[in-house]
């Protein structure tokens, strides 16, 4: 089927547009996740028989205890559905497959996967993995309006394309002035559930501070760069004390790059 566009209006009333991500994509994304998992499946089979079998044959499974099996099997379960879980919600849903191909999991408001919605749409692959080979999962895919299978179903999620310009814009002036002082996200480090707490409130109010800072005389930006630090540094559990009005100036436009990657919807 041809990927398609949908209209998201967020809680925030903002409207969004993305491109679907349809069954050759997701697939394709899914594959290369499945192979890594295999090599890790067969690289801890093969530590756990050469720890645990004393030396015997690699294909001697008469001496395993049945315990210990039972827990490699939980074991290797939880690791392969925690890989997909732990991956998009960390990763603003994004597992590596999905990351190489260029797509993510999102909800349907718009906004990143919750902890919740990753377990829901990652746990129910059983179900889409009926009767076998992934059958239920692809035939949703194919037919459904929305590109869904059932995960997406009951975790109201929906796996769109990458946002990537197809031509290189003008920078903005702000963007111009992160440049100049050759500012990048890796300049700090945000705790993860620093991140998961921002809303599009916060997103909005440091876009705005950025976008206009460079418009402001020298007195009223440091003003709004103080006022902005007292507001938004506690949120990210960030020292302001010691610090001169440059390096606020500088964490804040940092934070600004941090954000516009999970929130900046532009296509």
């Known amino acids: ?39 890790v499946n067969i690289l801890i089979i093969i530590a ?28 290797l379960f939880l690791i ?17 497959g999905k990351r190489v191909i260029g797509i993510r999991a999102i909800q349907e408001n718009g906004h990143s996967l919750t902890l919740l919605s990753s377990f ?10 009926l009767p076998a080979g992934y059958f239920l999962g692809i035939i949703m895919i194919f037919f459904h309006s929305k590109h869904k299978r059932i995960g997406d179903l009951v975790a109201g999620t929906i796996v769109v394309h990458e946002r990537k310009g197809k031509r290189k814009k003008k920078l903005s002036p702000i963007e111009q002035e992160i440049a100049k002082k050759g500012l990048t996200k890796d300049d700090l480090t945000i705790e993860e559930w620093s991140l998961k707490s921002i809303s599009q409130k916060d997103w ?21 760069t103080l006022q902005m630090a007292w507001l938004l540094f506690p949120r990210f559990g960030l020292e302001l ?17 941090i954000l516009k990657e999970e929130w900046a919807y532009e296509l």
């Not at 392969?80 to 590596?96: C, D, K, M, Q, V």
């Not at 001169?244 to 790059?257: G, I």
Request: avoid cysteine.
């Open 80 to 96: 392969n559905t925690g890989y997909f879980i732990a991956l998009e919600y960390f990763s603003g849903g994004r597992t590596i």
């Open 241 to 257: 004390v010691g610090k001169s009005n440059l390096d606020l100036e500088n964490t804040l436009l940092v934070l600004y790059l």
């Open 48 to 75: 756990l028989i050469i720890v645990f079998a004393g030396g015997r044959d690699l294909l001697d499974f008469t001496g395993t205890d049945s315990l210990l099996l039972g827990i490699t099997i939980v074991g």
């Open 120 to 129: 829901i749409r990652n746990f129910l692959r059983v179900i889409d993995n």
């Open 1 to 39: 089927m041809n990927q398609e566009q949908v209209g998201i209006k967020t809680p925030e009333f903002v409207s969004l547009q993305f491109q679907l991500a349809g069954l050759g994509s997701r697939a394709t994304a899914f594959i290369i996740d499945l192979l890594i998992l295999l090599v």
């Open 204 to 224: 909005n109010l440091i876009k705005t501070y950025s976008n206009r800072l460079m418009q402001l005389p020298t007195n009223e930006r440091s003003e709004l």
